[in-house]
């Protein structure tokens, strides 16, 4: 079964630009999860997406958006970069359907450059 | 307000001893806690885990403890390897309904020394 997959890989953008990350889950999974990683802040989730419908929401502004279409595909897109949102934007993904679900499977991320 | 605490940034151990990841939250409605192990440019890989209606699990060189009333849960490693040293992250699951949003610590760095 393929894993998580994340495109694009590595991202260089420049500030006030718009980005969009995807991220593709392991088939049968239908929850979509996104997360920020920085070396300062460690892991910090920023939605989750179940069903096409966004279930849960971190504490990101509202630059930080995301969706999810019926393949179970999610896009999430950051508009008006900061400096401070280069982070590795990591996707997991899991069934989603109840307790078995606990574990979630990342991708690699998607590395964002922001200059 | 951080309610998955890894207070230790990196530990180092000597191949064949026991490396000891430790993690304490304060939200007691967490009933699920898992461990996940990251190596650089990748994304992290689930390790292990445990309900919170246990207090120890176990899978081969890898043992979780769980002590509820201290908030604190432990990852063991024994015998280390190597090939164990990456970054471990804690991470907690709010019990009930579909909230399956996890909270994470900021990692501990193992390196075990050959």
């Known amino acids: 079964k393929a894993g998580v997959t994340q495109t694009p890989r590595y991202l260089i953008k420049t500030r006030g630009q718009q980005v969009t990350l995807s991220c593709s889950p392991i088939s049968g999974h239908r929850s979509v999860s996104w997360y920020q990683q920085t070396p300062g802040q460690g892991l910090q989730f920023l939605f989750e997406y179940f069903s096409e419908t966004q279930r849960n929401k971190g504490n990101f502004p509202g630059r930080f958006s995301g969706r999810q279409f019926s393949n179970s595909r999610s896009e999430m897109n950051v508009s008006t970069l900061e400096l401070g949102d280069s982070a590795l934007y990591l996707c997991a993904s899991s069934f989603g359907g109840g307790l078995s679900s606990n574990e979630q499977f990342f991708g690699p991320g998607t590395r964002l450059t922001v200059l | 307000d951080q309610q998955v605490k890894q207070n230790s940034p990196s530990l180092s151990v000597q191949e064949g001893r026991i490396s000891i990841l430790n993690c304490d939250y304060t939200?007691?409605?967490?009933?699920?806690f898992l461990w996940y192990k990251k190596y650089p440019a990748e994304g992290p890989t689930f390790l292990i885990s445990i309900s919170s209606i246990k207090d120890k699990n176990e899978d081969g060189r890898f043992t979780v403890f769980l002590n509820k009333s201290a908030k604190h849960l432990s990852l063991h490693i024994v015998p280390s390897q190597p090939g164990d040293s990456a970054v471990y992250f804690c991470a907690a699951r709010l019990g009930g309904g579909s909230n399956y949003k996890l909270t994470f610590g900021k990692g501990t760095l193992l390196t075990v020394n050959p």
């Open positions: 939200n007691s409605m967490f009933d699920y």
